[in-house]
């Protein structure tokens, strides 16, 4: 499989390949930089949302939430997580609000998803459009000098079809401005495995060039990837969290 056909073909197993995330710590310690960093105000939407897990911490803490992703099983996926919510299939490089917004995210990376610098950059004018003022825009993301192109996480997690293990890499050639997410899903029923390989491209950045984008619009806090506590970040990690507050 290429391109983006895993995520259409296997959007039922979605979930799983995401179930060692925490997503309400997340959503919590992007709350609370809202609280510091925003306007303090509830309208949000989140960018490449898939199956909405994150919308629907935002609803249950008192956010008007919604979600946008090209992917339209993941949004039947998500209307029926978040019946309340609205969803919205567009680029997240090109997308268009009804009203100003107080929170953008895009959490799990998804920000790569730009796959170019150009698209990258109208994505990031794109979110600035839509924010009111002292709006928030929160997103992680993985400075490309830092890719350790060996490096894989793996889980394994049960399912009536199987017992499905999930492996996911970054790859980078060490030029250009773009890189890889590298992907290996195995499906194990008793005795036979069957195995989907996938590779998505991802637009490479390093976080010098990231916040040199995003300068003109924001004003950008870089913390560490941990969403337990907040701490700046330290200019040594390759995975970092960013807060940006709109000018």
Not at 170 to 180: D, K, L, P, T
């Amino acid at each position: 499989m290429s391109g983006n056909a895993l995520y259409t073909d296997l959007s039922g197993y979605y979930d799983l390949m995401c179930a060692d995330i925490d997503y309400a710590a997340q959503s919590h310690c992007v709350h609370r930089l809202q609280q510091l960093f925003g306007n303090s105000g509830k309208r949000h939407l989140d960018l490449a949302c898939g199956t909405g897990p994150h919308v629907r911490h935002f609803l249950d803490a008192g956010y008007a939430s919604g979600g946008l992703d090209i992917n339209q099983p993941m949004l039947d996926r998500a209307a029926q997580r978040c019946p309340e919510a609205r969803f919205a299939r567009q680029d997240m490089c090109g997308f268009e609000v009804d009203e100003p917004l107080d929170l953008i995210t895009c959490f799990l990376y998804s920000i790569h998803y730009s796959a170019s610098i150009e698209r990258l950059k109208a994505c990031i004018a794109s979110v600035h459009g839509a924010l009111a003022a002292g709006g928030v825009f929160c997103f992680n993301a993985v400075d490309k000098q830092h890719i350790d192109n060996a490096s894989f996480v793996s889980h394994r997690a049960q399912h009536a079809e199987g017992q499905f293990r999930f492996s996911s890499g970054w790859y980078y050639r060490g030029e250009g401005e773009q890189q890889a997410l590298r992907l290996r899903i195995e499906r194990s029923v008793g005795e036979q495995t069957e195995v989907w390989h996938d590779e998505h491209p991802m637009v490479a950045v390093n976080f010098a060039e990231l916040q040199s984008l995003l300068a003109p619009y924001f004003d950008v806090q870089v913390l560490e990837h941990d969403y337990q506590r907040l701490a700046p970040w330290d200019g040594r990690s390759g995975n970092a969290l960013f807060a940006c507050t709109k000018r």
